[in-house]
């Protein structure tokens, strides 16, 4: 078992749509949570944090938050066709000290 | 303002030869890493660096070295012992602190073999 487990998609939504991304993970003490987002020939860029249990949210952005479940997601409402791109989970294990592990990223395709 | 630099943005490396990836930060973390991606991968953790003179082999060391003399920089060799080394380089550091802070990313090199 991969250790952060993404969908690798495509994902396709229609614009204005809801886009929902998942992301599963293996250490049960892990304690933070991240989403990047990563266009295609560019490096990751960090769009949301969470660490505790439930949602977040930061404009058309949600992260959510099940411990119990080991699962993060996240939600991108009133989709357009800039937020098209790769979006990588990131999860800080228990164990893993300064290591941040990276799932293989979901690709988002929203159509106008 | 304050950022990550990594240079060049594409290099190509000959058969047998080293070929160092620069990364330098202005924000003052203590921490760096660096990451190799593929296409259609996810990242992989080569190397990284807590504090001044200390750094970690991470999951794929075997080809690469590392140093970091200062605070601010964390260069990459790439050596002739790395047979695969066409790939994305990304460069990242974090800043102090509890382990909620996040990780920032450089711009990445792009290296091909010739």
């Known amino acids: 078992q991969k250790e952060v487990e993404q969908n690798s998609g495509p994902l396709s939504v229609p614009e204005g749509a809801i886009a929902s991304l998942n992301c599963t993970y293996s250490?049960?003490?892990?304690?933070?949570f991240f989403w990047y987002r990563q266009y295609s020939g560019k490096s990751p860029e960090l769009i949301m944090s969470i660490y505790s249990n439930g949602d977040k949210e930061d404009g058309r952005f949600t992260a959510q938050l099940n411990k119990a479940s080991q699962y993060v997601s996240l939600l991108i409402r009133d989709s357009q066709p800039s937020d098209s791109a790769t979006y990588l989970c990131a999860v800080r294990p228990y164990t893993g000290g300064f290591k941040t592990i990276f799932g293989a990223g979901t690709r988002l395709f929203v159509k106008a | 303002d304050g950022g990550i630099t990594q240079s060049p943005k594409y290099l190509f490396r000959k058969e047998g030869q080293n070929v160092t990836l620069s990364c330098e930060q202005n924000?003052?973390?203590?921490?760096m890493y660096w990451y190799r991606q593929d296409p259609g991968q996810g990242l992989r953790l080569i190397y990284y660096?807590?504090?001044?003179?200390?750094?970690q082999k991470g999951d794929i060391a075997e080809g690469y070295s590392v140093s970091r003399e200062k605070k601010e920089s964390f260069p990459l060799t790439v050596t002739s012992a790395q047979k695969n080394p066409t790939a994305f380089y990304l460069c990242?550091?974090?800043?102090?602190?509890?382990?909620?802070?996040?990780?920032?990313f450089g711009d990445g090199t792009r290296l091909s073999i010739l």
């Open positions: 660096s807590q504090i001044v003179n200390d750094f």
């Open positions: 990242a550091s974090r800043g102090p602190g509890t382990a909620n802070q996040p990780q920032h």
């Open positions: 924000l003052n973390h203590d921490a």
């Open positions: 250490d049960r003490g892990s304690q933070s």
